[in-house]
């Protein structure tokens, strides 16, 4: 969920809160099995993250 703000695709993000800190790319946004350029806070979205394995995050 983006709780505040925007994510786009091509943006730089950090992951903070499960174990070191780390920064990646936004290079997907998903919504109910679709493809978006960008969400805005509210959403419920599914990002796919470059060099980011599905193992290294936790939903929520």
Request: avoid cysteine; hydrophobic fraction near 35%.
């Amino acid at each position: 969920r983006v709780e505040r703000g925007q994510i786009k695709v091509g943006e730089e993000v950090e992951i903070i809160g499960l174990h070191d800190t780390s920064k990646t790319t936004v290079t997907g946004v998903e919504m109910f099995r679709k493809l978006l350029d960008y969400a805005e806070a509210g959403d419920n979205i599914g990002a796919l993250l470059r060099g980011v394995a599905r193992e290294d995050v936790q939903r929520g």
